[in-house]
């Protein structure tokens, strides 16, 4: 099992930058993929990006693509989010994900086993 801890999010001006961290704990995190999703009020947990167990592979959501960079040290125990010319319809809730089987991330929210609470971004126009 693995425990995870969102960190750095926060209230920040259109075209800025901040970088969200995900710090785990338990079971070593290089056994687990990784991901981030964000939500807002009423809809549905968005996929944002995710990374393999080794970090060699990496995808990010359309919405996202050339903005924001999806890393992890698994030395530190710890996934990252470098987001950058934030929109303001970037503003969410950002969870930090990890999945026990496959050595992929994943698109899917419903493929991850263990959440973060969560951190708040908010980009202001």
């Known amino acids: 099992q693995v425990q995870l801890v969102e960190s750095g999010g926060g209230l920040v001006q259109a075209g800025g930058s901040l970088t969200l961290s995900c710090a785990a704990s338990g079971r070593t995190f290089s056994s687990y993929a990784s991901g981030w999703f964000r939500q807002t009020p009423g809809k549905d947990r968005e996929f944002v990006a995710a990374?393999?167990?080794?970090?060699?592979?990496?995808h990010h959501a359309e919405s996202v693509k050339g903005r924001f960079t999806i890393s992890r040290d698994n030395a530190k125990n710890t996934v990252s989010l470098q987001m950058n010319s934030l929109k303001p319809e970037d503003t969410a809730v950002y969870y930090c994900?990890?999945?026990?089987?496959?050595?992929?991330?994943?698109?899917?929210?419903?493929?991850?086993?263990?959440w973060g609470q969560g951190t708040q971004v908010t980009v202001s126009s």
């Open positions: 994900a990890a999945r026990g089987d496959g050595v992929y991330g994943s698109a899917d929210f419903k493929n991850y086993d263990y």
């Open positions: 990374i393999s167990r080794s970090g060699g592979i990496r």
